[in-house]
């Protein structure tokens, strides 16, 4: 095991074509030809296609239009309580918008046996950060795969290809297609030649990843807000109503927790970075990302701290290498973080992302700690992350 931990030989091998993905291989019933495993040719024919999808202007659609709706419903039933769990409200609102965006049809009623089979595949996709027995974390993931496909994402395939069939024989216009991820891959299918397999997991990838990482870096933003505003209480007003300020905060954020803080990856080749280290043929590299992130070389001497005022050189993301970097750097990064504000461009809508959307949400509603019930931390991954954060919210009526 060769182990990378500064930002720049981090970078450099996140970009290299001779190193491919290897996090995901104890997972291989769940993962293997999931676009985030693949490798070369197959992962750009099979992202060429996705990107279609992925597009700045879905974003903006997504995150003024579906996302302020659904956490706002989400919400209610809490504010009323006057109290919430901040995780569950996270799952319970990316998980509505993620089967969207994948294309599986659940039901409200049965959302949260949905989340409850997600939550398995996610533990079993990422089984080498358990700390428990593996085998059963993967073996629990495997069952849970059998039960969404048999459950929601086969019939949910089903009638997208009846939409798919009447546009590809002129009895529908192209408009009816739906946009999501089950449609994308029904209407490439000559052009991708999925087993069936791989298109499932490609599938039930869409939901866990999008919901569980988002959901994890929503809680670890509030939090940080939150103890912001604790020590500077003259900013709660600014980073409620302010989105691009709460954005900084943000991303901040997400630099200091990666969902992943160590990535793997398995040498095709010999490799000599540009720092004259080599990697053998063969050779499994260990990206420390939590350690690159917090390079005092690259994100100053208080690389460690929360500063979300911090200045950075142009070329390096204010998250850091949280979302990977190159060719596999996450689809969905715009949707979850949004884009910088210096970063715009031509881009008619300032793309935000969900996290900010949605810590608006929860910030406009009060939310804060709750003294009587403190939040926990997730013993059962080496993964930093929450499995509790209650909070107090402003009650209505």
């Known amino acids: 095991m060769i182990s990378l931990s500064t930002y720049d030989e981090c970078r450099e091998a996140l970009r290299h074509r001779a190193l491919r993905q290897a996090l995901y291989d104890e997972a291989a019933p769940l993962m293997e030809g999931v676009i985030v495993n693949l490798h070369g040719d197959a992962h750009r024919v099979r992202r060429r296609f996705e990107n279609r999808l992925f597009r700045p202007d879905t974003f903006a659609w997504y995150e003024t239009e579906i996302i302020p709706t659904i956490i706002d419903e989400v919400l209610q039933e809490p504010r009323r309580a006057g109290q919430a769990e901040l995780l569950s409200v996270a799952r319970r609102t990316m998980m509505t918008l993620a089967v969207r965006i994948a294309g599986i049809d659940v039901e409200a009623d049965r959302l949260d046996e949905f989340a409850s089979l997600m939550e398995r595949l996610a533990k079993g996709s990422t089984v080498s950060h358990a700390t428990g027995d593996r085998h059963a974390v993967l073996q629990s993931g495997i069952d849970a795969l059998r039960e969404v496909a048999e459950q929601f994402i086969d019939p949910s395939v089903s009638r997208r290809q009846l939409v798919v069939d009447e546009v590809r024989d002129g009895r529908s216009d192209a408009s009816a297609l739906p946009r999501d991820v089950v449609t994308t891959l029904l209407w490439a299918s000559e052009d991708l030649n999925l087993s069936e397999q791989d298109f499932l997991r490609e599938i039930a990838y869409f939901p866990w990843v999008g919901s569980h990482s988002t959901s994890n870096q929503l809680v670890h933003a509030m939090h940080h807000l939150v103890t912001w505003i604790a020590e500077h209480p003259e ?110 461009g031509g881009l008619e809508h300032h793309l935000l992302g969900a996290v900010v959307v949605m810590s608006g949400v929860l910030l406009a509603a009060g939310a804060c700690p709750d003294p009587h019930d403190p ?19 402003d009650q209505i009526p």
């Open 235 to 344: 900013d709660r007003d600014p980073l409620t109503h302010n989105p691009v300020l709460r954005q900084r905060f943000v991303h901040e954020s997400l630099r200091l927790h990666p969902a992943s803080p160590v990535a793997l990856r398995q040498a095709t080749e010999a490799v000599t970075l540009r720092s004259g280290r080599e990697i053998e043929s063969g050779a499994t590299v260990s990206l420390h990302l939590e350690a690159a992130n917090r390079d005092g070389a690259i994100f100053g001497e208080n690389a460690d701290q929360f500063d979300p005022h911090r200045t950075l050189p142009d070329e390096v993301a204010p998250w850091g290498l949280s979302f990977g970097h190159g060719i596999h750097a996450c689809l969905g990064q715009e949707l979850a973080a949004g884009v910088p504000a210096h970063q715009m």
């Open 375 to 393: 939040a926990v931390i997730d013993a059962s991954t080496t993964r930093t992350v929450f499995s509790r954060y209650p909070v107090l919210l």
